[in-house]
């Protein structure tokens, strides 16, 4: 298969991806606050539980997974990227290295991982890997984002994406506007174009074949300290205007992250977007904690009780499932 036909899969009809590429340090932090101590048998336990959910293949096209996790073999002693492509689900990578502070803007970040990256990619493709995710983070406020932490993360951006195609692997490409900070909608909706703006400039610069890339953008809400609610359908709005006026066409769709929204809530903006779509982008989810949270909970109660676990999760991907084809209403929540 080829990169064009890879990213088509990722973004196939009524399925998303599972963000599970929490680094060790992050995930640590997700089991500590359920009680849970973060050991590498624990964090392969409940990764696992997701991944052999019953419905799992049916909603989910593919998984991002830690450089930790690629490497482990499940219970029964299948490597887990094989364990996925045995369910049709494609492997993905996350690359990046996280992020340091910005120098000559050091409240701001930049993020890490070029160097090497060539020879870590090889070795990725040959443990299965078909995709990757490299993260960018932009903070709001009323001096930031600042034209460096914009162009140099940009730039980075694109280097990623034309090595990760080089090595015949799809670039997950997610410049992250935070929700952190009391802004209003608008606001997120100009640093956001300009943020989406400099990125398809530098990919452009880099050579990057637009067809084969995934978009992995945030929706326009406002700050999550500004007291504002997030009305769905003027999330929907403003995050399709601002993909239409940023992303050129040759984009096949986005993949948003849920960037601390509430399960519920990703959901139903998500199936917003999907109402109005008049534009020639697929829109689907690739969620982190939107569709781990919960299960997380359960799972914590019991480590041993999968079915159960599996029932949350599934529950979760199908409705993000139903919001990606805009099939998804608060009734369905309850019905399930
Ligand atoms: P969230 O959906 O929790 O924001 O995670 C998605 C992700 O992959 C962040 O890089």
Redesign the pocket.
Known sequence: MNIDQIALQMLASGKGIL?A?ESTGTMTKRLTAVKVPSTEENRLNFRETLFTSKTASSYISGV?LYDETLRQKSSNGTPIPELLRKQNIIPGI?VDAGTKSLAGSPDELITEGLNGLRERLKEYYELGARFT?W?AVYKISSKFPSNAAIISNAHSLARYAALVQEANMVPIV?P?VLMDGNHDMQKCYEVTSSVLYECFNQLKIAKVRLEGIVL?PNMILNGSDSGIKNEAAMVAAKTLACLKNNVPEEVPGVA??????SEVE?TQNLNEINKINDSKFIFT????????QSALKKWAENIQDKENVQKVFDKRAFMNSLAATGKWDKSKEIAA
């Open positions: 963000a590429d991002i996350k995710k993260r997610e992250e992995k948003f992250l849920s960037g601390g929204q990703a989810f690739s969620y982190g904690r939107a569709l781990q």
